[in-house]
């Protein structure tokens, strides 16, 4: 227990006793007193004691006994107070007691006061030290986080006031991380995102523990090698601080880097050795201090080496990097550019890399030269002084060159006239240090080609010089070149009239025969030299009819018939159009009067036609009056004479009579016609009355003419019972509407419940005229029908089933039958709405033509009184349709092949040219072709149906409503029927004993421009109607099938394209005389010749065309194309002829306006069996004709590129470009003409029908019509290529080209091969994307990288005039070049390239603006592997892609200015790079960003070349790469674009490279619930040729081919599988290995057989079987033991055997490779022994072969014992030595394959031979002799 609470207890004890006692005289308040005070507190009372005396009033007095310990109390002995006058100390005491005493007299009393010191915080913390150090090792990442030290502070306070909290500050620390609490100062929690969780350090501010968060780097620009770090301790109000300094050790961590990646510098050329280039400086980051890893080396990691002596070219110093050069000297004409690699080490081997880009600096040491030696010229005439005539290249490789010019005076012909300058070069190649500038020629006078002087040319020399003026003196430095210049005609004079035409107007009569001359003009033209040929031409606005002609001499005459009477006057322009381009006119006015001739008739004037009332009596009936057209001033008219004629029918001048009244009709005469007595209309409707009529002229005209009597009808006649035939077709949803009348209230007469006319009731009545009538049913009405008692009209309900029905009725009491044919069309679908006739657009049915023919009137239809012949609509209907193909019978059967009956007839309007038309519609669901062959036979089908057909088919457009519509078909019409497109009800037709009814329709027709859309329908994955297939989709018997991408054709081999189109067509033409093979029907009367043709689809009616072809032929006239009017009038005039006239092309044009005719009289045959192109455009007025593009060549076998020279070899001829006159052609069309009018099929090959007449339509030249013999390919009518396979009509021609076939001459092209040329000259070309001998091996693509250029250099020179480029390439990138083809100079180019993602080829000729050609419908960034081809022919340009037709082709073969473009072979060439500015043709958006391509390119050819594409290849036999920038990789990979990915489902994701969609995957389609189904592509029989489809899990399909046939869809002529075709090697090896096997076996049975005769003779028989004859003395025989590895008579050694796939392809067994299989009797063997000695050693040898040898011993007789040597000797001869040296030296050896292949004989030592000789003597084991003979045969 404390003492003072010991103390404490006692006091207070004694006090509570003494007051028990009694109370002391002195005595304290209390015993004990406590008080607080601070230990701050300032001197002052504590507290005041209080004590009492008892004894009276003696004073007290307070006094301090103990504990005033350093004096800090006082005490007042007077009052108690006790006061602190010292300073308290918490920390050394918390508590002091005072005790105290009262003292009155001699009394004392003693108390305890107890001061509680009350502690302060008034002691600040404090650190041991201020600065602390430490040392880490940068970048140590081990362990974190980690303490790394600890500090603490001390404080005299205590409790609360002592405690210290720590923070931290200072580097690496940031806000709110400096202090932490009790827990560890660092979180792994990875949501922690506050600012602390970057900190460096971190501090425990309760222990003060410092840990590391992070690894330090001490580095900059982050790191830094010493740490400081401030500590701060602080208990509230004091703060205490040390620093803790934490130095890092240096790792070498940090490469040495240079301030620039790429630096450049640059030295002169002719700089010495040790010449300052650069000097280059790296930096290390790490300390320089710290051992060496901040010491740097420098190296030139990547150098140049001089090419003739391997040395460096460059040095540079390893300590302080400065590069030097190392030779003396440069050559920057040789490489003008070099690129330096320089590496810095620092002592840890890290390494930091710097490329020096140094430039070669130019000296001027080279002189100018033109790259050629003579440059020829051709300039237009009269371009204006100081015009730019040309543009001449000089090649210096020096840039620092100082150029003069000038043409060399007195040079040659017209120098002074010229004048040179130059011009800076451009290198827009990318190539470095080519120098160079172009020379600009002009003249200094307008030069004329009417000039004689100027027309002849100009030759003179120009020279160049580096040297400036100067330079001329030093002959060294000067270069040369001839210019010869030609002048080309411009046509800048127009025609002039010499002498005038006359003012006056010429006199003519109108009965002038054709020929007649008018007058003669004489036109002539500056240009030429004055000898430009002039065309004489009268304005067809001013002759529209062509009456009038003006031939080539200028000579105008009458053409056709001149008629007063339609024009009296005539003034005509007679225009002088020279052959300029354009053309130029002088116009001459003719003025024309026609004087009149009688030559016309008088004619009725009224009436014509005249009506009189039966049985109406005698009396006047009309006035005749007459009139004439001719002049009646001259007498050629009135007064007339009119008569009845004597010609009249007796019949006629019984009922009427004329009479004639001189004074009629004010004098001109006139006739009275009166009947005589009343007429019967019943006995003739009509009365034609014959009238002869003549004028007043001295040779009057005389007409006859006829007035017809018209008797009107009355009801005199009684009524009689007749028949009639009702054929009704309505569709198959009127049939499913309503019910029978009267079922549920369905109406009749509105949609659903309308009623079917069925015309009148039948009652025979020869009048026309009727009473009151009333009709009603004989017997019980049919509920399907309803009858008009009043009008007799039959309504049949429409859901009337098919069938025939027999109704009677009665008319007054008269009986009536009528017969109802009803059938419904299975070719009409459900609208809502009402009921139509389905267009063919829309359901893809392009079978219905319509017909038109000749409207008959409706009295013309009705029966005679006495027979019920069926009218011409019931013919039609009736006729049978349903022969066979090839029939020829007259009947529609025969004409329209599987036909249906007709589907609607409607009225047409009358026009002004064609008489009212009656429209039938034809329906033959499967014939595609039936409007061609209802054209083809419209002659025969007239015929039949008794009525002019005047046109099959829509007929011709209206020219001014043809506008260009794009996907619009041309000449397309279909029928459409009921209320779904505004039109209801039915058409009836009723004649009286028959009557036709069907749907009332409307003609949906269209004329436009455009080509048909594809009935293909779109791709889709819903199971809906546009995934089904169609008859159309796949052409020659392709089969479509559809896929989760969309539809696709398998297609047959030979056809081509997605659609299996069939691209040329082989005609055998009038002398190869075919029987009938033409599709559609047979040979009809007057066909056009009886040659080959074939009908292709109409030319459409566009005001531009451009329609190609090729063709291949050895005939000199021949027809090529024809598209015309037939045969048969009425036709339009419009024509396209294009011929061959002696092997030269030949058009004919006629629009419509006037024939227009272009030959090229000056081209080459091109009738030489290859193959050749011709182009027929039309545009703006203007028709032109292209042949062969002009390359000057056969479009396929032309002029191959040249690997001997270069372009720019100056001992070269430079490429000169063809002759525009020989190749093209040109004409103006008359103005009003825009389009070929024509509904007719394009005849390809020659005429189905004989050639119109070209005087009808005022053609200039009869048509040939002569068929061709050859081929025709590649017929391209507005980008469309037409197919020319078996869906033609056609006649005399194949699809296919025998002259041209592949196989036919012994070459088999393969699947991925395409047959190309003619004649000798035929190839197996590989398809782009595949190569090798066989084209059976893919290539191998590469992907271009952002930024990535391929630069190559080529072995061969391109044609300057044709360039082609064809590759693979697949991207998702919208812009960039995919190859470029760049003159040296870079001028010139041609670039295809991706513009927005659409393809597009640009050709430049400088000076001029490029010109571009686009695919503006088509875009290929799709992820999809796309084909592409483009060819320049000159300036004219060609760009196709996959397949190239329709959207996917394009072509501008525009042939103007310049035409050559000469490649650079050394580094013209570019693989990608930035896309090039456009200005699309198309309308398309040009590009003028630098964006490069990105993707991949695969298999590029250029003019058929392969070239390498990095990094597979680098050299190819036609190039190798010079150049890489960016990165290139070998093949075309993408990552899976479906990562994290995820589709609703059942959608899964679908990896499209690059991109993905969600769908279905491969082989399933979306439902119609919405989910995917697996589609079942055997279903759509994909498999040709009688293939069996197999069904493939989980998708595709497998097929298996009949024999003959090979392919994924059997679609390849060859084995049906392909797994059981074996290659030669893999026979030969079985054979052998049967055949080994074979002789094994054998082999161990004849050794067993010779064991055994061993064992029987004993091994005592030791002697010799035979002996051998030396060659040294032919008299002695010495015997010799057999060789130690030949057996005695037959040896089996074993060959090697073949190895296949890495093992052996046979294998015999060894341990029996070497026995004797063929033994002799016991007097000729050998001893066991030497036998079993003798196996042994061979089975140790194991020689690896089989050889079969003969022993000549054995070989004439059998050998005995004791001396029969010396016998075999004498009678062996020269024989038996000779079969001794092969024996004992070389034995024959007899291959096994010699048996398998020889089978004529064998060789002395063959198998065969030893079997002969030995075969008397040779004992065998079970027939090894047949065994033997069975080898060797």
């Given amino acids: 227990m404390d003492p003072a609470n010991i103390l404490k207890i006692i006091t207070n004890s004694t006090w509570m006793v003494t007051r028990l006692v009694g109370r002391d005289p002195v ?326 890399t710097v490329t020096v880009e140094v430039s070669v600096s130019d000296v001027n040491d080279e002189p100018p030269r033109f790259p050629r030696e003579e440059w020829r010229v051709e300039v237009e005439e009269d371009k204006p002084p100081l015009s730019l005539l040309a543009s001449l290249s000089v090649l210096d490789p020096d840039i620092t060159n100082d150029f003069a010019f000038r043409v060399v005076p007195g040079s040659g012909h017209g120098w002074s006239l010229f004048r040179v300058e130059g011009r800076s070069g451009r290198d827009e190649g990318g190539r470095r240090g080519v120098g160079g500038v ?309 109406p009749w007469g509105v949609p659903g419940g309308e009623g079917v006319p069925l015309g009148r009731v039948y009652v025979r009545d020869p009048d026309d005229t009727e009473g009151p009538r009333s009709y009603r049913w004989q017997g019980t009405p049919h509920p399907a029908f309803t009858l008009d008692a009043t009008t007799g009209a039959l309504t049949m309900h429409p859901s009337t089933q098919p069938e025939r029905y027999e109704l009677q009725f009665q008319d007054r009491g008269t009986s009536m039958v009528e017969k109802i044919e009803k059938a419904v069309t299975s070719w009409v679908g459900e609208s809502e709405g009402g009921v139509r006739v389905v267009s063919v657009q829309e359901r893809a049915h392009p079978t219905h033509t319509p017909v038109n023919i000749t409207h008959i009137p409706t009295h013309a239809h009705n029966p005679s009184s006495t027979h019920d012949t069926p009218n011409t609509r019931t013919r039609l209907h009736m006729s049978d349709y349903k022969h066979a193909r090839n029939s020829t019978a007259l009947n529609i059967g025969a004409l329209i092949p599987n036909a249906t009956v007709p589907l609607v007839v409607s009225h047409m309007p009358k026009s002004a040219h064609l008489p009212k038309l009656t429209q039938v519609w034809l329906s033959a669901p499967e014939v595609t072709i039936l409007q061609h062959i209802l054209t083809y036979r419209r002659e025969e089908l007239g015929r039949i149906l008794g009525v002019g057909v005047v ?216 009738a030489d069996l290859a193959w050749h192109r011709i182009d027929l455009i039309w545009r703006d007025e203007l028709v032109e004709m292209i042949v062969d593009l002009c390359c000057g060549g056969s479009i396929d076998g032309g002029a191959k590129p040249s690997s001997r020279s270069t372009p720019h070899d100056p001992h070269s001829p430079p490429p000169i470009p063809p002759d525009a006159h020989t190749c093209r052609g040109a004409a103006r069309l008359p103005n009003r003409a825009s389009i070929l009018n024509t509904p007719q099929p394009l005849q390809v090959g020659g005429l189905a029908h004989p050639p119109p007449a070209h005087t009808i339509y005022g053609w200039p030249n009869p048509i040939t019509s002569r068929p061709l013999t050859g081929c025709i390919r590649n017929l391209r009518v507005n980008g469309e290529l037409r197919d020319l396979g078996e869906g033609l009509l056609s006649e005399g021609s194949v699809p296919g080209c025998q002259l041209a076939d592949c196989a036919a001459k012994g070459l088999h092209c393969g699947i991925h091969s395409r047959c190309e040329g003619s004649g000798d000259s035929l190839r197996c070309e590989c398809e782009v994307g595949w190569r090798g001998s066989d084209c059976t091996t893919p290539t191998t693509p590469s992907a271009f990288q952002a930024n990535s250029v391929v630069r190559l250099a080529l072995s061969f020179t391109p044609l300057g005039y044709t360039t082609t480029i064809t590759l693979r390439l697949r991207t998702r990138h919208r812009e960039g070049a995919l190859v470029t083809l760049a003159s040296h100079d870079g001028e010139d180019s041609l670039v295809v390239a991706l513009v927005g993602g659409r393809a597009c080829v640009v050709l430049r000729f400088a000076p001029a603006p490029p010109h571009s050609l686009c695919l503006s419908h088509t875009h290929l960034d799709d992820g999809k592997w796309h084909s592409l081809h483009a060819a320049r022919y000159g300036s004219a340009t060609i760009l196709k892609v996959d397949e190239g037709e329709g959207d996917l082709y394009n072509a501008s073969v525009s042939l103007e200015g310049r035409q050559l473009l000469e490649v650079d072979r050394q580094g013209g060439v570019t693989l990608g790079g930035a896309a090039p500015y456009t200005t699309d043709t198309e309308g398309g958006h040009g590009s003028d960003t630098q964006t490069f391509f990105n993707g991949c390119l695969d298999d590029v050819r250029v003019s058929g070349r392969s070239v390498p594409l990095p990094p597979r290849y680098n050299r190819t036999a036609w190039g190798e790469v010079g150049e890489v920038r960016g990165v290139v990789e070998e093949g075309c990979r993408a990552p899976s674009a479906c990562t994290n990915v995820t589709c609703r489902a059942p959608l899964t994701c679908v990896d499209t490279w690059k991109s993905y969609h969600c769908g279905c995957g491969a082989g399933r389609v979306r439902g119609g619930s919405g989910g995917c189904e697996v589609l079942d592509q055997c279903a759509y029989s994909p498999c040709l040729h009688g293939g069996t489809c197999i069904t493939v899990h989980p998708v595709g399909y497998r097929c298996g081919c ?158 005995r014992e004791g001396g029969e040597g010396e016998r075999r000797r004498g009678e062996g001869g020269e024989e038996g030595r000779r079969r001794g040296q092969s024996a004992g030296s070389n034995p024959t050896v007899d291959d096994l394959r010699n048996y398998a292949y020889e089978g004529d004989g064998s060789s002395p030592g063959s198998l065969s031979s030893c079997l002969e000789s030995c075969g008397g003597s040779s004992k065998f084991l079970g027939g090894f002799r047949e065994v033997a003979h069975m080898l060797e045969s």
Wanted: aromatic share 4%.
């Fill in 27 to 352: 005595e304290f308040s209390a015993p004990r007193y406590e008080v607080s005070a601070a230990e701050d507190a300032a001197p002052g009372p504590l507290i005041t004691l209080n004590a009492t005396a008892s004894q009276g009033a003696c004073p007290l007095e307070f006094r301090i006994r103990s504990g005033n310990e350093n004096g800090l109390f006082s005490l007042d002995q007077r009052t108690g107070s006790l006061s602190l006058v010292g300073a308290l100390d918490y920390e050394r005491k918390r508590k002091h007691e005072v005790k105290v005493e009262a003292v009155c007299g001699g009394f004392r009393s003693e108390a305890v006061v107890e001061v509680r010191v009350v502690d302060v915080n008034d002691n600040p913390p404090s650190f041991p030290s201020t600065l602390r150090r430490m040392q880490l090792t940068e970048g140590d990442t081990r362990h974190l986080p980690k303490a790394i030290t600890k500090v603490s502070a001390t404080d005299a306070d205590k409790g609360e006031f002592g405690r210290i909290h720590y923070t931290l500050s200072g580097d690496g620390v940031f806000a709110e991380s400096s202090s932490a609490s009790a827990s560890p100062p660092f979180s792994s929690s990875p949501s922690s995102s506050s600012p602390s969780s970057q900190s460096f350090f971190s501090i425990n501010s309760t222990t003060g523990e410092i840990y590391l968060m992070r690894a330090l780097e001490r580095d900059p620009p982050h790191g830094r090698g010493v740490w400081q770090l401030v500590v701060r301790g602080s208990d509230g109000p004091h703060t205490a601080t040390t620093t803790l300094m934490v130095t890092l050790r240096d790792v070498n961590d940090n490469p040495p880097t240079f301030p620039q990646s790429v630096v450049e510098a640059a030295v002169a050329e002719d700089a010495l050795p040790g010449t300052s280039v650069i000097q280059v400086r790296a930096m290390d980051k790490d300390d320089p201090a710290e051992g060496l890893n901040a010491r740097l080396t420098y190296s030139l990691e990547r150098n140049v080496v001089e090419s003739a002596s391997g040395r460096p070219i460059f040095a540079v110093d390893t300590h302080i990097g400065l590069i030097t050069t190392a030779l003396c000297c440069l050559d920057r004409e040789q490489t003008d550019h070099y690129t330096l690699h320089v590496v810095a080490t620092d002592g840890g081997g890290l390494k930091g």
């Fill in 438 to 746: 172009r020379v600009e020629l002009r003249a200094v006078v307008t030069l004329d080609y009417e000039d004689p002087e100027h027309r002849k040319g100009f030759r003179f020399r120009i020279q160049v010089t580096d040297k400036g003026v100067a330079g001329w003196a030093d002959r060294g430095r000067v270069g040369s070149a001839w210019v010869d210049l030609r002048l080309s005609d411009k046509n800048d004079h127009a025609p002039v009239f010499a002498p005038p035409a006359p003012r006056a107007p010429i006199s003519l009569a109108e009965d002038a025969p054709p020929g007649t001359l008018l007058a003669s003009l004489t036109a002539t033209d500056a240009d030429a030299g004055g000898i430009g040929k002039v065309h004489y031409q009268v304005s067809p606005a001013s002759d529209p009819r062509g009456v009038f002609r003006a031939d080539a001499d200028g000579a105008v005459r009458v053409w056709g018939r001149i008629d007063r009477e339609t024009s009296p006057t005539h003034t005509l322009l007679i225009w002088a159009v020279d052959e300029g381009e354009p053309p130029r006119t002088a116009t001459a006015t003719l003025s024309v009067d026609v004087g009149d001739v009688n030559d016309n008739p008088p004619f009725l004037v009224g009436p014509k036609e005249v009506w009189v009332e039966e049985n109406g009596g005698a009396g006047r009936v009309c006035e005749v009056r007459l009139g004439d057209p001719d002049d009646w001033g001259r007498g050629h008219g009135p007064p007339f004479s009119l008569t009845l004629d004597p010609r009249a029918p007796p019949h006629v001048t019984k009922a009427v009579t004329l009479t004639f009244d001189p004074t009629g009709d004010e004098g001109r005469g006139a006739g009275v016609l009166w009947a005589r007595g009343g007429l019967d209309r019943e006995e003739r409707r009509a009365l034609l009355v014959p009238l002869l009529a003549w004028d007043a002229a001295p040779a009057p005209r005389t007409a006859s003419l006829t007035l017809t009597l018209h008797v009107a009808d009355l009801d005199d006649n009684p009524s009689t019972a007749g028949t009639k035939v009702v054929t009704a077709r309505i569709t198959q949803d009127e049939v499913r509407t309503g019910g029978v009348p009267g079922d549920e209230g369905v």
């Fill in 951 to 1166: 046109q099959v088919g829509v007929g011709s457009c209206q020219e001014s409503l043809n506008t260009p519509t794009a996907h619009t078909s041309a000449h397309t019409c279909s029928p459409w029927a009921g209320e779904g497109r505004g039109v209801g009800g039915f058409s009836l037709v009723d004649a009286d004993a028959t009557s036709f009814v069907g749907p009332r329709i409307r003609d949906g027709c269209e004329c436009g421009c455009g080509s048909a859309p594809t009935p293909t329908p779109a791709p889709t994955a819903t199971l809906t109607a546009s995934h089904t297939c169609t008859k159309d989709t796949c052409l020659n018997g392709g089969r479509c099938l559809p896929t989760s991408a969309g539809v696709r054709c398998v297609c047959p081999h030979g056809t081509w394209g997605s659609r299996c189109k069939v691209l040329a067509r082989h005609f055998r033409g009038e002398k190869e005389g075919w029987e009938t093979g033409k599709r559609g029907g047979g040979g009809r009367e007057g066909s056009g010749g009886g040659g080959g043709w074939a009908w292709v689809a109409p030319v459409p009616p566009c005001p531009e065309v451009h329609i190609t072809l090729e063709f291949l032929t050895d005939q000199k006239d021949t027809t090529l194309l024809y598209s015309g009017p037939d045969h048969l009038p009425p036709s339009p005039r419009d024509i396209l002829l294009l011929e061959l006239r002696e092997g030269r092309p030949s058009l004919l044009l006629d629009l419509g306006a006037g024939p227009v005719s272009l030959t090229l009289p000056a081209a080459p045959s091109l």
């Fill in 1602 to 1759: 009949v024999g003959g046939y090979s392919g994924r869809n059997c679609q390849l002529p060859g084995p049906a599988d392909p797994s059981l075709r074996l290659s030669l090697a893999a026979l030969l090896a079985a054979l052998v290995w049967c055949v080994c096997l074979l002789l094994l076996v054998c082999a161990f049975l004849l050794h067993q057989h010779h064991r055994r005769s061993s064992l029987r003779r004993g091994a005592g028989d030791g002697r010799e079987g035979g002996g051998q004859v030396e060659g040294g003395n032919k008299n002695q025989v010495s015997p010799s033991p057999p060789p130690p590895n030949t057996p005695n008579l037959l040896e089996l050694q074993l060959l090697k055997p073949p190895r296949a796939n890495g093992q052996p392809a046979w294998i015999c067994n060894p341990n029996i490779a070497d026995v004797d299989v063929l033994q002799v009797d016991a007097a000729s063997v050998t001893s066991s022994l030497e036998d079993h000695q003798q196996k042994q050693q061979e089975k140790q040898e194991r020689k690896p072969k089989i050889h079969l040898t003969c022993l000549p011993s054995l070989s004439g007789r059998r050998q």
